[in-house]
């Protein structure tokens, strides 16, 4: 049975058990996707998305890797024109570590500034692909196509020219006004 919590601070929390499993996935949900995002902002959800995986309070890029490494899970992301989602893999007993790397992640990033140029470039290798991608160039097109002028229309990733102005006050910025617990 999937029941659906809302916490005081405007949180949901959906939770599904399925007794034969022995594994838990869990994950952040937000609505912050390309389709919120203005033109010079247009590929911003996507950028905080790596950037957060970049070192926290607590722990480096290497450490938050290292960890849940040790315990076989999955820690990853993505970004889409709807939403982002931030989300964790790990054998039921490391839901602890899980969680507390995943809440990590997401309420203490220091948008590290050394990471900034560094994931900049895995972003603009990232555009190049879809570029260089026939059935994913072909989607970007019919988007724009079918919703010029409209923040749909516009790609996921940003363009390389939206991508070379984020700076880490933009990103730090934009965060603390998106990601709220009502989104």
């Known amino acids: 049975?999937?029941?659906?919590?809302?916490?005081?601070?405007?949180?949901?929390?959906?939770?599904?058990?399925?007794?034969?499993v022995h594994s838990v996935s869990v994950g952040i949900w937000v609505h912050a996707g390309s389709r919120?995002?203005?033109?010079?902002?247009?590929?911003?959800?996507?950028?905080?998305?790596?950037m957060?995986?970049?070192?926290?309070?607590?722990?480096s890029a290497r450490q938050i890797a290292k960890e849940i490494d040790s315990v076989g899970g999955i820690l990853n992301a993505f970004t889409?024109?709807?939403?982002?989602?931030?989300?964790?893999?790990?054998?039921?007993?490391?839901l602890p570590i899980a969680l507390d790397l995943l809440f990590d992640l997401y309420l203490n990033?220091?948008?590290?500034?050394?990471?900034?140029?560094?994931?900049?470039?895995?972003?603009?290798?990232?555009?190049n692909m879809v570029e260089?991608?026939?059935?994913?160039?072909?989607?970007?097109?019919?988007c724009e196509a079918f919703w010029p002028?409209?923040?749909?229309?516009?790609?996921?990733l940003g363009t390389k020219r939206s991508v070379s102005g984020f700076r880490r006050e933009h990103l730090s910025?934009?965060?603390?006004?998106v990601y709220q617990p009502s989104n």
């Open 1 to 20: 049975m999937v029941i659906k919590t809302t916490l005081e601070n405007g949180i949901q929390v959906i939770t599904e058990e399925i007794p034969s």
């Open 36 to 50: 919120d995002e203005n033109w010079e902002e247009n590929g911003i959800a996507h950028f905080i998305e790596h």
């Open 52 to 59: 957060l995986f970049k070192g926290t309070k607590r722990r």
């Open 80 to 94: 889409s024109k709807e939403f982002s989602s931030f989300y964790a893999k790990v054998l039921a007993e490391h």
């Open 109 to 127: 990033s220091t948008f590290a500034a050394g990471e900034l140029e560094k994931e900049r470039q895995v972003i603009v290798q990232e555009i």
């Open 132 to 142: 260089d991608t026939p059935d994913d160039l072909v989607m970007e097109l019919f």
């Open 149 to 156: 002028d409209h923040a749909l229309g516009r790609p996921i």
């Open 173 to 177: 910025e934009y965060f603390a006004r």
